[in-house]
């Protein structure tokens, strides 16, 4: 057992428990610790650096989500075989180095309550009264230069996604993000995509309406089922590895490293859906694939309809730079359909800071809700309602001991106002009939009011 012996700044704003994330963690990848080694014990490593146990049990927690540790029963925290990591990264890119002058979704994805209307009506006030001469013309096509540099510099912080203003494309949502990408794969030849089944249906259909191959690819408990992409013959790939959609799961580094292989070897490209990254309630946003990305095979997806409102749709792609050529060509057929103004407000608010504070509000405010919408459940519904994930995003996924038909039960909640989807809509292939599976989304009731809704859930779905 090697001895852990991080050099702490105490005065710094990183938290301690972080110092200590990243420290085990570069000792992995570069080999200092080595695969399948016991780790000291949360006591012993808290005692040897005179730290509280929850300090330690928290960088723990965010290197096992990560998949750099492992845990045994009764045993300890073990290091993973992460022989990627030794390859080190290919580039070192500072966004705050570069030039900063500047150039609906449904309401279960927002909790009003929790949107700074004064700090956004100000945002919004200095753009008609300081850039009058901004708004007189039209939006970019591929986004507002301003915009687009507080992106740059929020990816690199927040996801460890590293590019330039200039590998961003800016859209009123996916819908037209998606379409300017099919126009861009299309030209390099692209006519068949893997998608994770179940995942998230919109891009699934434009890609489908504009004739492109659908190959369904299941996922395990750590993300993609490896094997059956291989042998779905596809040559791109769409994912949401920081957070699955909708089974929650995270996929570890590993296997991170092993996608990122795949794309290597078929000369392929990894569509990357970061949606709902930001909101993960325990631990650390887990960094980007992109960031991991050695050979320019990652397309960035973004987007700031569930942590702003579900009014401002503004999303984004980050694209390698080998595929910017091929934006170029088509960018001036498509005229911006994402507001100029609002894009010049989004770009005040995320410069003043006013962004990432709205990122924490919701995480506190989030976190409490649903460890109160699963404490409720748990007590209310032992036995009959089991929470398969809830450590991040909107929903709660939820398997029910009911012979109800699953729409009914959907049905049902919405009595109690509650949103419930079956897990079927998001699925390519039909799942054979077992215990009812369903989406509960909760961030647009009121905190006060979850026991009540749960107490009246239980009443009807139990009748």
Known sequence: MNTITPNLDY?????????????????????????????????????ILSLSKTTVASSYDQLLVEGYIYSRPQSGYYTNNISKGLIGPSKHFNPYLEDTQPESLQDRFTDVSSFDFIKWKKCLNRVLND??????????????????????????????????????????????????????????????????????????????????????VSIDKDGINMKELRNSMCS?????????????????????????????????????DDYDSELRYYGRPVPSLQGLDQKEKV?????????????????????????????EKVMNNYSQTCSKIEQLALALYMK????????????????????????????????????LSHTSGLHVLLEINSQKPVDQLCDEAAMSKLDAVPIEKYMIRKREKTTPVILLYYTQIPLAHIPLAI???????QK
């Open 352 to 387: 003043e800071g006013f962004y990432q504070k709205q990122i924490k509000k919701l995480r506190k405010l989030y976190t409490n809700k649903v460890q109160l919408l699963v404490d409720c459940i748990q007590k209310e519904m032992p036995g009959f309602v089991k929470v």
């Open 455 to 461: 107490h009246h859930l239980k009443e009807i779905w």
């Open 236 to 272: 791109m790939v769409y994912v949401s590895p920081s957070h699955q959609f909708p089974l929650g799961s995270v996929m570890p580094i590993a296997k991170r490293y092993e996608l990122l292989d795949w794309a290597y070897e078929v000369n392929g490209i990894i569509i990357e």
């Open 131 to 216: 850039h009058m001469h901004s708004v007189l013309s039209e939006a970019s096509p591929q986004g507002e230069r301003a915009l687009r540099n507080e992106i740059s510099k929020y990816v690199y912080q927040s996801r460890g996604a590293m590019c330039t203003p200039e590998q961003i494309v800016i859209g009123a949502g996916t819908q037209q993000i998606m379409s300017i990408l099919g126009v861009i794969l299309e030209s390099i030849r692209i006519h068949h995509v893997a998608f994770e089944d179940p995942g998230y249906y919109p891009p699934r259909k434009i890609f489908s309406d504009r004739g492109f191959s659908i190959s369904p």
């Open 299 to 327: 397309i960035y997806l973004g987007s700031f309809s569930t942590t702003l409102l579900p009014s401002i749709k503004i999303s984004y792609i980050i694209l390698p730079p080998s595929m910017l050529n091929y934006y």
């Open 11 to 47: 005065v710094s704003s990183i938290p301690l428990y972080v110092q200590i994330y990243e420290y085990i963690k570069n000792e992995i990848l570069s080999g200092r610790i080595i695969p399948h080694e016991k780790l000291p014990s949360i006591r012993e490593l808290s005692g």
